[in-house]
């Protein structure tokens, strides 16, 4: 990568600004029920902590409290949490700018500071300047270890780096070093799978991979539009009948690129979508008043047979209503299938991660990203505001 990362900077003695994504999932309690995202953000944490830092003071956004101060979603319950992960005392302070912010982290005897909510305030979202020079005033150099946010210029993420030496995190930088090997040069055969509701979601992914990639096997909601395009019946399945063309487009393409767009040929079926409905499985054409809610048998054993030697794997969106165990049968398959090969498994963030960690398959991927929207951005080949503005080598 051509940006300074972590190892590039010298810590000793200085105040190091870190943007994490601390925006977890909390019960109606404000428990935290998944603190994966914190403990992504430990290695870049512990490393700061052990060169020699005179402080470390963290920032993230937590839900969307559009510019308001929300109690649900203050970050006292992340520093709490922190602590226990850091086994050390973390200050939590009531706000992220102004003089008396400022005056409590050069004041406090912690060493590691963590922010109130960035989104509390409107010039966040706005990448406001004057606030961007408050948070970077607080400190001597800037990390950014927030994958889930890089895709938005932000007063955190973008704002920021005009006034600090900035680099990247290792969690960061591990992101730019597998999804770029994947988009740049990903070792042969390279498979892509997409899933999830909607074709709109994906079209950038497939006009970028489209020419990249050996293949791309296409379930979920999404491929409902596809199969419509080729003449299929689908039933009450999702349409987005304004990508009708567009999907033809991508069909017609893909054989003149000699590549391949996969699709399923049998379909797990419902009357109505509720976690007790009755199940069938089709061919390849579905019956009107059904809908399809996963990928079927023949489907899986297909997908499986053109993935089983591939040597990079991307997968964004699962096949199915994974939520829902009688409908999670496909994603649920394919995710143990490509966990068992010798091949890189990149998996895009989102549903997508979601869906691997109900499964517990989590250990058996090469790399699980943390970011839903920036993780398709990266595939879309678009440049990230947060790490283009990061200092340059």
């Known amino acids: 990568m051509s940006k300074l990362t972590l190892k590039d900077l010298d810590l000793k003695n200085k105040t190091v600004l870190v943007r994490a994504d601390f925006n977890v999932p909390q019960d109606a309690n404000l428990n935290i029920t998944d603190d994966t995202r914190i403990k992504a953000t430990l290695p870049t944490i512990n490393y700061i902590l052990r060169n020699g830092c005179k402080k470390l003071v963290l920032m993230s956004h937590l839900g969307r409290p559009d510019g308001k101060v929300v109690e649900k979603y203050s970050l006292k319950p992340v520093a709490a949490r922190l602590q226990s992960l850091l086994s050390q005392p973390v200050r939590f302070l009531s706000d992220c700018v102004g003089e008396s912010i400022k005056n409590e982290v050069d004041s406090a005897k912690e060493r590691v500071v963590l922010l109130e909510n960035l989104r509390f305030h409107a010039e966040e979202e706005a990448n406001d300047p004057k606030f961007a020079k408050n948070l970077a005033s607080l400190a001597d150099v800037f990390v950014n270890d927030a994958f889930g946010t890089a895709h938005r210029a932000h007063a955190s993420t973008e704002g920021v780096t005009h006034y600090l030496k900035s680099a990247a995190g290792f969690l960061l930088d591990k992101e730019i070093q597998y999804l770029g090997t994947a988009v740049q040069n990903p070792a042969k055969p390279f498979m892509v799978i997409l899933g999830g509701a909607k074709v709109s979601d994906k079209i950038g992914v497939i006009?970028?991979?489209?020419?990249?990639?050996?293949?791309?096997?296409?379930?979920?909601?999404?491929?409902?539009?596809?199969?419509?395009?080729?003449?299929?019946?689908?039933?009450?399945?999702?349409?987005?009948?304004?990508?009708?063309?567009l999907a033809k487009g991508l069909l017609d393409k893909a054989v003149k690129l000699k590549k391949e767009i996969v699709l399923p040929i049998d379909h797990v079926v419902v009357e109505t979508i509720s976690p007790d409905a009755k199940t069938e499985i089709v061919g390849e054409n579905i019956p009107d008043g059904k809908i399809a809610v996963d990928i079927g048998p023949k489907s899986i054993k297909l997908f499986e047979d053109k993935l089983k030697t591939a040597k990079t794997?991307?997968?964004?969106?699962?096949?199915?209503?994974?939520?829902?165990?009688?409908?999670?049968?496909?994603?649920?398959?394919?995710?143990?299938?490509?966990?068992?090969?010798?091949?890189?498994?990149?998996?895009?963030?989102?549903?997508?991660?979601?869906?691997?960690?109900?499964?517990?398959?989590?250990?058996?991927?090469?790399?699980?990203?943390?970011?839903?929207?920036?993780?398709?951005?990266?595939?879309?080949?678009?440049?990230?505001?947060?790490?283009?503005?990061?200092?340059?080598k």
């Not at 090969?341 to 991927?365: N, P, R, S, W, Y």
């Open 313 to 392: 794997i991307v997968w964004n969106g699962p096949l199915g209503i994974f939520e829902t165990d009688a409908f999670a049968k496909g994603t649920k398959e394919i995710a143990k299938f490509i966990g068992s090969l010798k091949a890189t498994t990149i998996i895009g963030g989102g549903d997508t991660a979601a869906a691997v960690a109900k499964f517990q398959l989590e250990d058996k991927m090469t790399h699980i990203s943390t970011g839903g929207g920036a993780s398709l951005e990266f595939l879309e080949g678009k440049t990230l505001p947060g790490i283009a503005a990061l200092t340059d």
């Open 207 to 245: 006009e970028n991979l489209l020419p990249k990639c050996d293949a791309i096997l296409i379930g979920g909601g999404m491929s409902y539009t596809f199969l419509k395009a080729q003449g299929k019946q689908i039933g009450n399945s999702k349409l987005e009948k304004d990508k009708l063309d």
